[in-house]
């Protein structure tokens, strides 16, 4: 058995996609796409860490180290001025957003908390903040002119092209061909600006008279095209005093509010104004509403980057929380949860309409949701791609078929958001084949959450009730609720310790597996994972990384790294039972039996990272995992060859426990130079990652 790695990380897809500016020695292969195509075969074994869904700010972050490490990179050129910097935009603008998971999911992904897991927070609850009656906590979303009410689709349609048709006639080709599959979902939707812009005054409004935090909550990692836009607008309208009053100034220096507040300190930093325009943003925070804040003491707002204000991670930490988000004092206090698109803000309205009712939910006895979700061959990947576009006049954007034949059109404004999105068949069945496996072999009702008042969610609905017929149902719990009745459902059971299972589409697979395990487990990174590629190969994900940066900047800085791996051992084990299942590898088997035993005993002994510096981090974490797993390796019986290599390295490290303690933990509390942050080295970072000495020279015995 053979364990590779690949490199997909941030700066390695930039230095993929670069050759031609690179020395022979710095180019590296296009392991993403190798990946890609190992994802569609049989004999493919992925364990998937998390990984930046860039924004423009990271990306760029991540191209100035990578120029420091000597890479003769380009720089982002975010407005093109000739065909060379179209050109390199263009392939960066692959590398934003959620560019991994679209590539490697062959497959529908089926998400639970581990028995283990469950157990242990409730053995050990995380803190949950009481709710009140009287919150004025709640969401706020557009009423009209949101994708959700202008949502058109069809099934069945030949290969298709999108046009914008201007007010004068002429016909633009925004997407020259787009292939569909036998029964292929297609559907296209619009956000207006305008009445985007209206309904975010009306709100900054709203949150002042009732005195709360104004809050923004989007997915612009996910949705790299649109997210970015509807943020920037809100920057706009929140701002707009200052941006009339420089926008001669802003235009100079080309301030693209898509990047939030960042981008206009980043870019008058040291310029004549800068002290200026500073005290006229802070005068217009003090004329409020105040602003959520992402890092008090640092005074970072929910404003100033996209990729600060996660609404899958956000929103659940904020219900956790009171309903409650930090101000500029560092104190909590009510907020207004801006999510303008109505497709399934109802779903944390609805969370918080409960928890005003029935107060905090409590992990020692609340029930589990796992997820179903469909997601393979790039389904519903919204405002995310190459079908995403904002456009520079009023008109209208068509989708045509082969034979001329106009399938959709949606009347657009300029600067309005056209998106479109497809959904396979063939994931589609197999997404309710998976439901269907999953509610029998646990026993557990089954909710298909889809809205029939959404044109998309009305063609699934026919295809969920034509492929359930597919499969012997008798005797399951299998219904289909929009996301509101869906929610009530779900919370209606959870607190009575039942479980429920959500089947879900992709964006919705994405919020509620993090919404349900960051109040079960207090975090969505220690669950399990797995997605069952499509041509019988396995993809195992590693829980989420949107907390990763904060812990690495803590690591940097005083050398305490609180990253949670479980997600990684859970991934691991789940992998070597595939593994040996397919390949009918007994030793596999066992390892992944006793990577089960050691992942049970490291969670009733508490060996996750500790809160604090001092205590136990990410690297005493792997110590115990070892020491545990080597420990069952030794104690079992049906592989004597494994047995006899570990078990004197299962002595030793018991032996030497309390010494790797003390030679981890005095590690901490200086900083650590790892070099770079998108880069690191490998060298500085291994000494760094294993300064136990003893752990090391243990470790270097297997054989």
């Not at 209206?198 to 709100?203: D, I, L, N, R, Y």
Request: hydrophobic share 40%.
């Amino acid at each position: 058995m053979e364990i590779e790695t690949r490199d997909i990380s941030l700066a390695g897809r930039i230095l993929a996609n670069f050759p031609e500016f690179l020395t022979d020695d710095q180019k590296i292969g296009d392991a993403l796409s190798e990946l890609g195509q190992l994802a569609t075969t049989p004999e493919a074994n992925i364990i998937k860490l998390p990984n930046v869904s860039a924004s423009v700010p990271q990306l760029k972050a991540a191209i100035t180290e990578l120029q420091s490490h000597g890479y003769n990179l380009p720089n982002f050129p975010e407005e093109p001025q000739n065909e060379e910097e179209k050109t390199i935009k263009a392939k960066y603008s692959k590398i934003l957003g959620s560019a991994v998971n679209p590539v490697l999911r062959e497959g529908n992904s089926d998400r639970r908390a581990p028995k283990a897991v469950k157990n242990y927070a409730k053995a050990n609850p995380h803190s949950m903040g009481a709710w009140s009656a009287d919150s004025k906590t709640h969401v706020a979303s557009m009423e009209s002119g949101d994708f959700y009410g202008s949502e058109k689709s069809v099934t069945d349609a030949t290969d298709v092209k999108i046009q914008f048709v201007a007010k004068d006639g002429s016909t633009t080709v925004l997407k020259a061909s787009t292939p569909l599959k036998v029964g292929e979902i297609i559907d296209s939707s619009v956000m207006n600006l305008n009445a985007l812009k209206s309904f975010v005054a009306k709100t900054i409004d709203e949150a002042k008279k009732l005195n709360i935090l104004l809050s923004v909550h989007l997915k612009a990692t996910m949705m790299k095209v649109s997210d970015p836009i509807i943020f920037g607008a809100i920057v706009e309208v929140y701002f707009a005093d200052v941006f009339a009053k420089y926008a001669t100034l802003f235009n100079e220096l080309n301030i693209d509010t898509r990047n939030g507040l960042g981008d206009i300190y980043a870019k008058i930093a040291g310029k004549p104004m800068q002290a200026e325009i500073e005290a006229a943003l802070n005068q217009a925070i003090e004329n409020g509403p105040a602003l959520a804040m992402v890092n008090s003491e640092k005074g970072i707002t929910n404003l100033h980057v996209p990729s600060d204000v996660i609404v899958d991670a956000s929103m659940p930490a904020m219900i956790r929380t009171s309903g409650q988000m930090y101000n500029k004092e560092g104190k909590l206090q009510d907020t207004v949860a801006m999510i303008p698109d109505r497709c399934y803000a109802g779903v944390y309205t609805a969370t918080i309409d409960f928890c005003k009712k029935h107060g905090a939910f409590d992990p020692t006895t609340m029930g589990s949701v796992p997820n179903v979700g469909l997601m393979a061959q790039k389904a519903e990947e919204y405002g995310s791609h190459d079908k995403t576009f904002q456009m520079t006049a009023d008109g209208i954007v068509r989708v045509v078929d082969t034979n001329g034949n106009v399938l959709m059109e949606q009347a657009v404004e300029t600067n309005d958001i056209f998106r479109m999105c497809q959904a396979k068949d063939a994931p589609i069945q197999d997404w309710v084949k998976l439901a269907v496996n999953r509610a029998r072999l646990s026993n557990t009702p089954a909710i298909f959450w889809l809205d029939n008042n959404r044109a998309h969610d009305r063609e699934l609905i026919l295809k969920v009730t034509k492929y359930l017929k597919d499969h012997d149902t008798t005797g399951l719990d299998i219904q289909i609720l929009n996301p509101i009745e869906a929610t009530n459902f779900t919370l209606d059971r959870i607190i009575k310790g039942l479980d429920t299972i959500s089947v879900t589409g992709n964006v919705l697979r994405d919020y509620l597996t993090d919404l349900f395990p960051i109040l079960e487990v207090g975090t969505s990174a220690k669950m399990l994972s797995i997605v069952p590629l499509m041509n019988g190969g396995g993809l195992f994900e590693t829980g989420a990384g949107g907390s990763a940066p904060k812990h690495v900047e803590q690591f940097t800085a005083e050398g305490y790294l609180r990253w949670d791996s479980l997600g990684e051992f859970l991934a691991l084990g789940a992998s070597l039972e595939h593994l040996g299942q397919t390949l009918n590898n007994s030793k596999a088997i066992v390892l992944a039996e006793t990577l089960d035993v050691a992942t049970e005993k490291f969670l009733a002994t508490d060996k996750s990272p500790s809160r604090k510096l001092g205590g136990i981090d990410n690297r005493g974490s792997h110590f115990y995992l070892a020491m545990y797993w080597a420990e069952a390796l030794a104690a079992q019986d049906k592989e004597p060859a494994l047995k006899a290599i570990f078990t004197p390295i299962a002595t030793e490290f018991v032996a030497n426990e309390a010494k790797i303690n003390t030679e981890l933990i005095a590690a901490q509390g200086k900083p650590q130079e790892i070099g770079g942050h998108y880069q690191p080295n490998p060298e500085l970072t291994s000494r760094a990652m294993r300064p136990s000495e003893t752990f090391n020279s243990i470790l270097a015995k297997i054989a």
